[in-house]
């Protein structure tokens, strides 16, 4: 009995210790070379957990923002038939240019959320057991962190702003050109231009620093 319950310890901790020796020295650029010398199943599970978390809320911040400018744009359509005609061109815009508003969170997301879902499906469906799966996961996973980073830095960046002025100035011009509304399109590209800041400052950031924190090799909670 106390041979087996020996053997049995001992078995846990060589399984334990085997664990713990999933080297991985490949890491992306950028990244501190002790990371290298962190288990890569520990960096696994990490990057897992972080994507896995940062996916709900920019889920919840792309389709909570799709469907308000949608919402608003149907209004402003609906509206038009009821304003005198000289002003419908700018109800009509208006809702146009909300349509194109959406487009962005309809066909381009945020990468975190399918980068998660990816990740977390490949983990349960087939966990990797030797080193070399481990390794490879790894660099997958590794490679979804950083795009998903360099994908909220693009989205929420300098050239985020300079392109919401750039296509609420085109409102303004388009109405103010074409149809000599600038007040109405004035109206409309001040407005377009308010909640495209706001949709930019409330972008989710969290896997910016994430990727920060592990390019220092910080893992922890």
């Given at each position: 009995?106390?041979?087996a319950?020996?053997?049995?310890?001992a078995s846990?901790a060589s399984?334990?210790?085997?664990r713990a020796?999933a080297r991985?020295?490949a890491?992306?650029?950028?990244?501190q070379?002790?990371?290298?010398?962190?288990?890569?199943?520990t960096?696994?599970?990490w990057?897992?957990?972080?994507?896995s978390?940062?996916?709900p809320?920019s889920s919840?911040w792309?389709?909570?923002?799709?469907?308000?400018?949608?919402?608003?744009?149907?209004?402003?359509?609906i509206?038009?038939?009821f304003?005198?005609?000289?002003?419908r061109?700018?109800y009509?815009?208006?809702?146009?240019?909300?349509?194109l508003?959406?487009l962005?969170?309809?066909?381009?997301?945020?990468?975190v959320?399918g980068?998660a879902?990816?990740?977390?499906?490949?983990?349960?469906g087939?966990?990797?057991?030797?080193d070399?799966?481990?390794?490879d996961l790894?660099?997958d996973?590794?490679?979804k962190?950083?795009?998903?980073?360099r994908?909220?830095q693009?989205?929420t960046?300098?050239?985020?702003?300079?392109g919401?002025?750039?296509?609420?100035?085109?409102?303004v011009l388009f109405?103010?050109l074409?149809f000599?509304?600038?007040?109405?399109?004035?109206?409309?590209?001040?407005?377009?231009?308010?909640v495209?800041?706001?949709?930019?400052?409330?972008?989710p950031?969290?896997?910016?620093?994430?990727r920060?924190?592990?390019?220092?090799?910080?893992?922890?909670?």
């Amino acid at each position: 009995m106390g041979l087996a319950l020996f053997l049995a310890v001992a078995s846990g901790a060589s399984a334990r210790q085997a664990r713990a020796e999933a080297r991985c020295p490949a890491v992306p650029a950028g990244v501190q070379p002790q990371v290298a010398l962190i288990d890569g199943r520990t960096r696994l599970e990490w990057i897992d957990r972080r994507l896995s978390s940062a996916a709900p809320g920019s889920s919840t911040w792309n389709w909570g923002w799709a469907i308000g400018i949608g919402a608003a744009g149907v209004g402003t359509l609906i509206a038009a038939p009821f304003v005198s005609p000289d002003s419908r061109v700018d109800y009509y815009t208006g809702a146009g240019a909300a349509a194109l508003g959406v487009l962005p969170f309809i066909l381009a997301p945020p990468q975190v959320i399918g980068a998660a879902h990816d990740l977390h499906a490949k983990l349960l469906g087939k966990p990797p057991v030797t080193d070399d799966e481990v390794c490879d996961l790894l660099a997958d996973a590794e490679n979804k962190l950083v795009s998903s980073a360099r994908n909220t830095q693009l989205m929420t960046g300098w050239y985020a702003h300079l392109g919401n002025l750039a296509f609420n100035t085109g409102i303004v011009l388009f109405e103010g050109l074409l149809f000599h509304r600038w007040k109405g399109g004035l109206i409309n590209g001040v407005a377009g231009f308010a909640v495209g800041e706001a949709v930019i400052f409330t972008q989710p950031r969290q896997i910016i620093r994430d990727r920060e924190a592990y390019d220092r090799g910080d893992l922890g909670p």
